[in-house]
């Protein structure tokens, strides 16, 4: 029942979409202030991400608007989304800004998540990318020794199973790497320093934080870059990630271990879970009953604001060098990343629990 | 070494010194709001800071970083409301004091401390950093572990008399603070299907509702003012710097410790205090006083915070990974900035790092030196008459727990933990024992189950553990357990009529005893039967802290059953009434609008229950409002909206 009804919320949302495009473009009248939700503590990536975007929002937006950066932690967060979802205004006062965090607990049924992707429409998805890579002490000197790793056991730094690290573990579970998770960090930099300790011997890091933090360790012999994740391209293909377009994809690295490609539930799952999270890593969302001019608006302003040079400028240094996906095509990308038919469900949730006794 | 002048001239430019300035006030005032912190300050300051030349930005930031630390000192001395996790030592002498009518000299003292501290957190920052990498990569989780464990071993020294309560306390601390997911799974224990509890307890919340309403609460059965006490000559200002003075060993000794707790990313600040705070009664010759009104009590809690704000930038400017909640908003600029923290700091931005530390050691004076300026005003608030005061300190109260996740859940809780906060003041049971537990709780199971994953069980022959386990033993243990002997050999010698006494106190129970132990056995056996079925990783650790719990339970009772006990009456019937009525408030609050609520419950408070004038009254209650609607305006802080706040802050929108 419950995945019939997120298939329907996810038509809706399209629909929704759909039916706000048509208006005429003309700039209506905003609300002096705007309340951006988001859903996590200060000082974090999607805290970061937003009061980035924030003075540029002002500046594309008619009437300039001040932007006003609300943060509402909590559950990793599941607790921001939900007030949100309960009590945002829908005249164009109240945006809400999410992460890979918001959308996989909906996808995997989390209990304590009472959103529904139906009610809002995507105006903007920040992706990202992402790289995986090992200690330099275990002989390899990039993908292509990935062989040498076969029968190596390797700790790897986790928050926990459902998070951020899902669609990794998958890749690893496929490239039958012998990982050892450890679970309990409390943010994927401290899984990077537990690598840079020696106690981890893979890590994963997205692109910003890889670019700031890792690329040191690799000039300095200190880390091996083995693949990224590739990003989606618009026909929806993985392809090599622009910022790091000398190392090979998971998928590339699988072809050359096989000598196939890479299929199955576990592929499907990967995929799934790689575009919620990584595609639409930050995603900006208004309530779809706002009328339907001041969405247009938001529409226009934010197609207006990605092509401004300042903010594609910011936009390297603080995202990398992505392409934000807008308009219906977000919406559309979106529904399809984040509905989990029922036997996919049904293998993910017997997957975690095999793999790391955990229950949905 | 050019670096490092060449960033002293650049802080002693007049752009830098007035925003370093302007971020100073801002952390003092967010300081001095209990409940607010980096976070609500950042907001503040953060509009300005996008797009500013990154060593001007980074001077502003830290100047707002430095101080929060010495401007939350003024809540926990003068009422009792520890202002943030960091000052939550300084409530258990620094109040007292101020109940002797010292509060000038407990906050001078302070301030000084904090200044001192901050100072040498700057020095020990600057030459540190660069060394730093390989000392803070050495701490694995193996490492990290045996901290948390000395962070626990110094509830031997705050047990005092009773060390059974003491551990009881404690194993309950871990066992409430296991509340949420589990690290090591990610299984979820003890929610009791409640969203609010699935994210664990917040600290917050605890520390107010374990401290700060049990003293009010008693302070308004008695209906004194806080100052018991006329003030003497000689216990002003000037008392607190010669206090400090005569203490500077145990100022450096703290403030070196704390800068160093600081430096290791994982243990956060929380617990510095209370290390310090034990250290301290561990190494004076007479530690009677603690707890009722040593000036040293205050000294060493407040010269380690500063130094561990200090301490807490190397991971951050290091590694990217912040050491506590400040240094995440620290954090947070530096990237809004344009500046990645990493190596870089040290090899191409060195003049960048210096100038933050420069900026560092300079807000720590100038804010300490604000501070003192306003003591002596400021503390005359303690002869008040406390009923007066009570609305004041109530929405100050609540408005900090709600800052904690913004529910109703926050207000509730705090009742729940301020009830067993009065049992265990009531009958002598060591709240910071409770506390201690609740903060390393996550930490200590976190850091047990990673080090056996990544090193199975030989983790414990690491040279570095074995140095942090002889450091326990010789620093923490040994000392209350030699001081016991000793003072049993004067016992015997010739008992003096006090230490008769106090062995007279130890040895009484009442009601509030077996209601403690009640709650307690009650929760650890529901504990138990709800991780019964879960994974070995998810249950191992409540297991030992429901064990330390039930053990400590029946050695207590056993000691009740072998030993006379004489029965005294507890007197808490008056404090229950209060803490009803302060659910019934809370969830007014709730109901009816945070600032409504404020205006007319003291409005009816004073002129009813303090017997104030209607012109006081109105005064103090629109006061309030005032104090509120601004805040929620500069810092963009939330209250509860209920029924009638949209209408009046519409009212007060259209009147202004």
């Known amino acids: 029942m419950k995945k019939l009804s997120k298939l329907l919320g996810v038509s809706v949302l399209t629909f929704g979409c759909l039916l706000a495009l048509p208006t005429k473009a003309q700039d209506t009248e905003l609300p002096s202030t705007i309340n951006w939700t988001i859903p996590f503590g200060v000082g974090g990536g999607t805290d970061v991400w937003a009061r980035f975007v924030a003075p540029h ?13 609300k943060n509402q932690p909590g559950g990793g967060s599941i607790t921001g989304t939900n007030l949100f979802f309960q009590r945002a205004k829908s005249n164009g006062e109240d945006i809400l800004g999410t992460s890979a965090s918001t959308l996989y607990p909906f996808m995997l049924g989390d209990k304590r998540v009472r959103y529904n992707f139906d009610k809002w429409i995507p105006l903007m998805a920040s992706p990202t990318g992402g790289v995986v890579y090992v200690q330099p002490d275990l002989g390899v000197s990039s993908a292509n020794d990935i062989a040498k790793l076969n029968g190596v056991t390797l700790p790897f730094g986790s928050q926990s199973p459902t998070g951020l690290e899902l669609p990794v573990f998958l890749a690893f579970e496929m490239l039958g790497l012998d990982i050892k998770p450890v679970f309990g960090m409390k943010s994927r930099g401290a899984g990077r320093l537990a690598f840079e300790r020696g106690e981890a011997k893979i890590d994963f890091q997205t692109s910003s934080a890889y670019l700031s933090s890792v690329v040191d360790l690799v000039d300095n012999k200190k880390a091996i870059p083995l693949f990224s994740l590739g990003i989606l391209n618009n026909k929806g293909e993985i392809v090599r990630d622009p910022a790091f377009a000398d190392l090979p994809t998971f998928e590339e690295v699988y072809f050359k271990k096989f000598g196939k490609q890479p299929s199955g539930m576990e592929y499907t799952a990967y995929k799934k879970f790689l575009a919620a999270g990584f595609a639409f890593q930050k995603v900006i969302f208004i309530p779809a009953d706002t009328p339907s001019d001041i969405i247009l608006t938001y529409q226009n302003s934010v197609k207006q604001m990605l092509q401004d040079p300042a903010f594609i400028k910011d936009s390297e240094i603080q995202v990398g060098p992505y392409e934000n996906v807008v308009g219906i095509d977000a919406a559309q990308y979106l529904s399809d990343a984040i509905t989990v038919s029922p036997e996919l469900y049904t293998w993910i949730s017997d997957w975690l629990k095999t793999k790391f006794d955990y229950k949905l | 070494m050019i670096e490092f002048l060449s960033a002293l001239d650049q802080i002693m430019s007049v752009a830098h010194l007035t925003y370093l300035i302007a971020g100073v006030l801002v952390g003092l005032v967010v300081g001095i709001i209990p409940g607010l912190g980096g976070i609500a300050g950042m907001s503040l300051l953060l509009p300005f800071l996008y797009g500013m030349e990154p060593s001007v930005g980074l001077g502003m930031l830290m100047g707002l970083v430095a101080v929060i ?29 101020a109940k002797k009518g010292q509060a000038a000299r407990a906050l001078s003292a302070a301030f000084l401390s904090s200044m001192i501290g901050g100072v040498v957190g700057a020095i020990v920052l600057s030459v540190f950093i660069l060394v730093a990498r390989p000392v803070v990569l050495a701490f694995s989780s193996a490492e990290l572990f045996m901290l948390t464990l000395l ?7 705050l047990s005092g008399a009773n060390v059974y309560k003491g551990l009881a306390a404690c194993g309950f601390g871990l066992l409430v603070g296991a509340i949420g997911g589990a690290p090591a799974t990610g299984e979820f224990r003890f929610t009791l299907d409640i969203d609010y509890l699935y994210d664990g307890i917040p600290l917050v919340v605890v520390g107010l509702g374990i401290f700060a309403l049990p003293e009010i609460i008693s302070l308004l059965v008695k209906n004194s003012a806080i100052a018991s006490s006329p003030n003497k000559l000689g216990h002003g200002l000037k008392q607190g710097f010669k206090d400090v003075f005569a203490n500077l060993p145990l100022v450096g000794k703290s403030s070196i410790f704390g800068s160093l707790i600081g430096a290791i990313p994982g243990l956060g600040g929380s617990v510095v205090d209370w290390m310090t705070y034990s250290f301290a009664i561990n190494s004076s010759k007479d530690s009677s006083q603690f707890g009722k009104g040593d000036i040293r009590g205050v000294i060493a809690p407040e010269s380690a915070n500063n130094a561990c704000a200090s301490g807490s930038m190397i991971p951050t400017i290091l590694f990217g990974v912040p050491g506590s909640g400040a240094a995440a908003v620290f954090l947070g600029g530096m990237l809004l900035l344009g500046i990645q923290p990493g190596v870089s700091m040290i090899t191409t931005h060195l003049d960048l790092t210096y100038t933050i530390i420069w900026s560092l050691a300079l ?23 406390f009923s007066v005061l009570t609305p004041i300190i109530l929405t100050l109260i609540l408005f900090a727990a709600y800052q904690a996740t913004r529910s109703l859940g926050d207000f509730i809780l705090l009742g729940v933990v301020a009830t067993l906060g009065i049992m265990m003041k009531g009958a002598n049971w060591p709240r910071p024992a409770f506390l201690i537990g609740f903060v390393l709780s996550s930490g200590a199971e976190n850091y047990f189950f990673q080090s056996i994953q990544f090193y199975g069980y030989s983790w414990f022959l690491r040279p570095g553990v074995i140095a942090i386990a002889a450091l326990i033993i010789v620093g923490f243990v040994l000392p209350p357990i030699l001081k016991k002997r000793k003072q049993k050999s004067v016992l015997k010698e010739e008992p003096s009529p006090q230490e008769v006494q106090k062995d007279n106190i130890v040895k009484t129970v009442s009601w509030t005893d077996w209601g403690i132990i009640a709650i307690m056995s009650v929760y650890a056996t529901y504990a138990l039967a709800n991780i019964w079925d879960t994974s070995m990783l998810t249950k191992a650790f409540p297991m030992i802290a429901i064990a330390i719990v039930l053990f400590s339970v029946v050695m207590i009772l056993s000691k009740y059953i072998k030993e006379k006990h004489t029965r005294i009456p507890s007197d808490l019937s008056m404090h229950l009434v209060y803490i009803a009525g302060f659910f019934v408030i809370a969830y007014g609050y709730y109901l009816f609008g945070f600032i409504s609520t404020t205006f007319v419950f003291s409005l009816l408070f004073l002129k009813l229950l303090a017997k104030v004038s209607y012109l006081k009254s109105t005064i103090i209650a629109i006061g309030l409002v005032i104090f509120l609607v601004t805040i929620g305006r500069v810092m963009n802080v939330d209250f509860p909206e209920g029924f009638f706040d949209p209408y009046l802050l519409n009212a007060i929108k259209t009147f202004i």
Request: with cysteine; charged share 5%.
């Open chain 1, 57 to 69: 929002l002002t500046k594309s937006l008619p009437g300039n608007p001040t932007v006003v950066i």
């Open chain 2, 151 to 157: 962070g626990l071993s110094v509830v031997a020294a």
């Open chain 2, 363 to 385: 807000a720590n004076i100038l804010g300490a030196i604000f501070c003192i300026c306003f003591t002596r005003p400021i503390s005359l608030l303690t002869y008040i008459k």
């Open chain 2, 69 to 97: 630390p010495t401007g939350d000192t003024f809540t926990s001395v003068l009422m009792g409301i520890p202002g943030s996790s960091s000052s939550q030592a300084t409530v258990m002498d620094g109040f007292p004091l």
